[in-house]
């Protein structure tokens, strides 16, 4: 089966900097996403990892461990408007692109 | 600017009312998908497909069928609405490069 575990909710201050894990058991791996999802929207991307390592993307950086079925998404110089929930998933197959997603993680700016 | 467009952002049907959710994809995307959201139990996939007239179930299928006639277009299709389907339906798409999938803005389907 697939099991996608994310904390449920965190705080942080603006300005600081958060790290949000991720991890993984599932039947196939082919690459980790980070999706971005303000109340009411949709799920926007943020990030892709399918080789272990560190990626970076201005503010907002991924770290993907294959071997220990482990992300995180590092958010730094915190803004307000990074209030969201940030959504993990993984893709077990290349050839459907199917994602199973964790069931988010809410994150709250506080001044 | 691309774009996954869902016919409707608000819905409210009755109970046992058959329900059309439609999804229209501009991006020449193969792969389209239909997902509910749920607090706490986060993104659950009802179905897919890869290509016109295919589609494969997901984790939850139950309640639900699919169409896919035009590479464009999906639509979700509830036979015989219940309440316990009242939910955010997310519809995504996504070509073959493995760079995840492009969102529509959803629909917030209540059954009374």
């Known amino acids: 089966g697939q099991n996608i575990d994310q904390p449920t909710e965190m705080t942080a201050t603006e300005g600081a900097i958060v790290q949000i894990n991720c991890t993984y058991q599932t039947s196939g791996f082919n690459g980790l996403f980070w999706y971005q999802q303000h109340a009411g929207e949709a799920p926007t991307f943020l990030s892709y990892?399918?080789?272990?390592g560190l990626e970076e993307k201005g503010r907002f950086s991924s770290f993907l461990s294959r071997s220990k079925g482990y992300s995180y998404l590092l958010l730094k110089e915190l803004q307000m408007k990074d209030s969201a929930s940030y959504l993990c998933?993984?893709?077990?197959?290349?050839?459907?692109?199917?994602?199973?997603f964790g069931t988010g993680t809410r994150l709250t700016i506080i001044p | 600017d691309v774009k996954v467009t869902q016919s409707s952002r608000y819905l409210v049907k009755r109970t046992g009312e058959k329900v059309f959710l439609e999804c229209v994809q501009d991006m020449d995307h193969e792969n389209m998908f239909w997902y509910r959201q749920d607090p706490g139990l986060g993104l659950r996939l009802i179905y897919f497909?890869?290509?016109?007239?295919?589609?494969e179930k997901g984790d939850i299928p139950e309640g639900y069928s699919v169409s896919r006639e035009k590479k464009e277009r999906f639509s979700l299709i509830l036979e015989s609405a219940s309440t316990n389907q009242t939910s955010m339906y997310l519809c995504a798409s996504s070509s073959l490069t493995g760079r995840g999938y492009t969102f529509g803005s959803g629909t917030r389907l209540t059954v009374v």
């Open positions: 990892n399918v080789l272990d």
């Open positions: 497909s890869y290509d016109v007239k295919m589609k």
């Open positions: 998933a993984v893709m077990s197959n290349f050839g459907n692109e199917k994602l199973t």
